[in-house]
């Protein structure tokens, strides 16, 4: 691919894709010849592709997780990657491509980090998985179909279940174990029950002998690796650096320099502390807007009386789909009358809906969405007072809040243009997925969006949970509060309803969510705010120039969107610095 000589500012972009007349902000040395290519290519693009597809296909063939095998080459794959990028000449690339080399590099820094950090821990739990061996020789046999030695392998498998029982014993007699390795025992073992049951799919019932010597060592063994990844399970859930509280949360606190790490790397240029004091700014904003709508409604100062009757306009079993059907349409005509983005016909189209499990309300109370939105509310299995709290905790003015958020223009709109723009860019971060649609919530505040102070209670609740998020999760990660206090946090502050809480938390530090990932909501948010105070506010870009030229970036470190759409010099040592935060 030839290389770029001159970059296309975004905005002429953001001109030539919609077919508009708009004001052209180039920049001092940027082409006035643009072509629409650039919205979908860099310099590094080639390599992107190149790069997925490989790692897809050795992660779908060594597809035993943790496997040695596995881990040794997808360091081969990105030890050569890295050198790849590297024999580039950056300082002749577009500032789309010097990012596209900036983050591509640190991603793959960061595999190697995460594959040094398991292979540390395989060495420390392989007393514990001393049949492992046996299970992946099998597997390996089985890829390319060789003839299964199938009294050997029942034999073999024999020898395995023997192993597993003696590690059971071993384990029940030891007291807790580290979180991080039985984690990684547990997944380990989990992958080796994968492994078996690749072979035994292949073969039984076709191969006359393994059907014959195999079934009873095969359903014996993954019984017992079953119930040995359960018991792994249970030491890790007795391990956490905090007793248990009584909310019978188990998490794994990282500290403060895991903190600050991740931060770094997520290219946030603020401390664990300064960002609790930029939630505590933004929760007394809320606390005053709060008071004003509880005036509005009556209640003067006592805002907890307020949200009661919010919550208490509930919708009826059965009508919540209806509710949300009628809240999308007016957010989608807001956003069409008030001309702030582009809304593909086809993204409007192709949405849907699905209601949530009785047991996934349990850790995600509230909304799901993307191309699917999928709605909690009371399931006939649910205790009545779990029922009431998922109604109280759905109505439909914090519902308001969020089905934009959810669909268009939150994470629908968002994945939809994934698809369609810089498709190469497999740059996933929370800080752009969540801070995005939470930006929206600014802006339609902004502009008027809620047409009641009921309304306004609703789009606060959501905010202060926001803020609250930032709060909870880092003063947990830093060891200072346990389960239970940001339960408690969660419902004396922002006014949630126990369960809801509860669920919540659990999400937070049971879920498989990283320890970044509740905060990135309102810092996400606020970068994009920030940008389009730089942007939109001075006079720049248009709201619909702005947003239509983010949604083209794909998904981006925040502060690497601001670089490409104000064409910031960038250099291969590239460490954030945007102080975003100015109230």
């Not at 073999?156 to 003696?166: G, N, P, R, S, W």
């Not at 603020?270 to 930029?278: F, H, K, Q, R």
């Not at 983005?341 to 909304?367: D, K």
């Amino acid at each position: 691919m030839h290389q770029v000589k001159k970059y296309i500012h975004c905005s002429i972009i953001v001109c030539l894709i919609a077919g508009t007349s708009c004001q052209v902000l180039a920049q001092s040395g940027a082409s006035t010849n643009p072509s629409a290519l650039f919205t979908q290519t860099s310099e590094v693009h080639h390599l992107l592709v190149q790069y997925e597809a490989d790692k897809g296909s050795l992660s779908r063939f060594y597809f035993v997780k943790n496997s040695p095998e596995r881990r040794e080459r997808l360091k081969k794959l990105y030890e050569e990657y890295l050198q790849k990028l590297r024999q580039l000449t950056f300082e002749n690339f577009s500032t789309s491509g010097k990012i596209d080399y900036i983050v591509f590099e640190k991603d793959l820094t960061e595999e190697l980090r995460q594959l040094a950090i398991e292979e540390k821990e395989y060495t420390q739990i392989s007393p514990w998985i001393v049949f492992a061996d046996k299970i992946y020789a099998i597997e390996k046999s089985r890829r390319r179909g060789a003839v299964p030695q199938a009294e050997q392998i029942a034999a073999d498998l024999t020898a395995v279940c023997k192993q597993i029982t003696e590690a059971k014993k071993i384990l029940a007699a030891q007291p807790a174990i580290d979180g991080a390795l039985a984690r990684r025992a547990e997944s380990t073992v989990k992958g080796l029950q994968e492994a078996l049951k690749s072979v035994y799919e292949f073969y039984n019932e076709y191969d006359p002998q393994f059907s014959w010597w195999v079934p009873e060592p095969y359903k014996q063994a993954d019984s017992l690796l079953a119930s040995y990844a359960s018991l792994l399970s249970t030491k890790r859930k007795t391990v956490s650096p905090q007793k248990d509280d009584g909310s019978g949360i188990a998490g794994n606190p990282i500290g403060r320099e895991e903190l600050v790490r991740q931060l770094q790397y997520e290219l946030i240029p603020y401390s664990p502390e300064e960002l609790i004091d930029i939630a505590n700014k933004e929760f007394a904003w809320c606390d005053q807007e709060m008071l004003k709508a509880s005036r509005e409604m009556g209640f003067g100062d006592k805002w907890r009386e307020a949200m009661e009757k919010v919550k208490n306009t509930y919708v009826p079993v059965g009508k919540q789909p209806e509710l949300i059907l009628r809240l999308y349409n007016e957010s989608i005509r807001f956003l069409k009358e008030n001309d702030l983005i582009t809304i593909p016909p086809v993204a409007e189209e192709t949405w849907r809906m699905s209601m949530m499990s009785a047991e996934r309300q349990l850790v995600n109370p509230f909304f799901l969405g993307g191309e699917e939105i999928i709605i909690s509310y009371p399931t006939n299995r649910m205790q009545p007072a779990d029922k009431l709290m998922s109604m109280r905790g759905n109505n439909p003015h914090f519902s308001r809040a969020t089905v934009h958020h959810e669909l268009i223009a939150g994470h629908h709109l968002q994945f939809f243009m994934n698809d369609r723009y810089k498709t190469y860019r497999h740059f996933y971060t929370p800080f752009w997925t969540e801070g995005w649609a939470l930006y929206w919530e600014f802006i339609l505040w902004d502009l008027k969006f809620p047409q009641s102070p009921e309304d306004k209670i609703g789009m606060l609740f959501w905010r202060m949970h926001r803020c609250a998020r930032i709060l909870f999760s880092l003063n947990y990660h830093l060891g200072k509060w346990t389960p239970q206090q940001c339960i408690d946090f969660l419902v004396e502050r922002v006014g949630h309803e126990r369960a809801n809480a509860e669920g919540e938390v659990r999400r937070s530090f049971e879920g498989g969510y990283s320890p970044l990932y509740q905060l990135a909501y309102m810092v996400g948010g606020l970068q994009f705010y920030a940008l389009k105070k730089e942007l939109v506010d001075s006079g720049k870009l248009t709201f619909k120039q702005f947003h239509d030229a983010v949604m083209q970036e794909n998904a981006l470190p925040v502060e690497l969107i601001r670089a490409s759409l104000t064409n910031q010099p960038l250099s291969k040592s590239y460490k954030p610095s945007w102080k975003f935060y100015t109230k």
